[in-house]
């Protein structure tokens, strides 16, 4: 009996420890501090959803930039406006794939020294949204950028919803 209750536990500690050491993420899969990473690109797109929730401003989804905020803290301010674009939306179009998806973006300087950064993703290997449009609103802190807004609109493939700007889902 005093036998069977050893096992017992010893079992349960083991998979306690197999369990708790799933949960646990490596250097490797951040594209900031990872120092073997010869870009900032991933193939997985960091989790920045915020515990707040999207909502809709002036025709637009404006997300929390807290958990970005925390990312772009972490890597010490010598990132550029693109640089800070491509970590939020790492994904890179690849030119053997069907189809003529493009990835464009822009930065335009504002009042008050903020930088407004525009990611546009046209002609997406989707079947109901063709185009993505990101908006990062970046201000000067020192040698760093904070991100004070993030806003998505996309358009819609003709037939499936918004062909315009807008926030409805496509179908």
């Given at each position: ?23 646990q ?59 800070i ?20 973006i ?66």
């Amino acid at each position: 009996m005093r036998r069977s209750k050893k096992l017992f536990t010893l079992f349960t500690v083991i998979l306690f420890a197999l369990l708790l050491s799933c949960n646990q993420t490596s250097d490797r899969d951040d594209p900031i501090n990872n120092k073997n990473s010869d870009s900032l690109h991933t193939d997985k797109q960091p989790n920045l959803s915020s515990t707040e929730p999207v909502h809709a401003v002036g025709g637009a989804l404006e997300e929390d930039p807290t958990d970005l905020n925390h990312l772009l803290s972490a890597h010490g301010g010598t990132l550029t406006p693109e640089q800070i674009m491509k970590i939020y939306y790492p994904h890179e179009v690849n030119p053997e794939e069907e189809g003529n998806e493009t990835i464009t973006i822009s930065k335009k300087e504002l009042e008050g020294g903020t930088i407004k950064v525009c990611l546009i993703d046209d002609n997406m290997m989707d079947d109901s949204q063709k185009t993505s449009k990101i908006e990062l609103t970046l201000e000067a802190v020192g040698p760093a950028w904070k991100v004070i807004k993030i806003e998505k609109q996309w358009k819609c493939y003709e037939g499936r919803g918004h062909t315009d700007w807008g926030i409805q889902s496509c179908t």
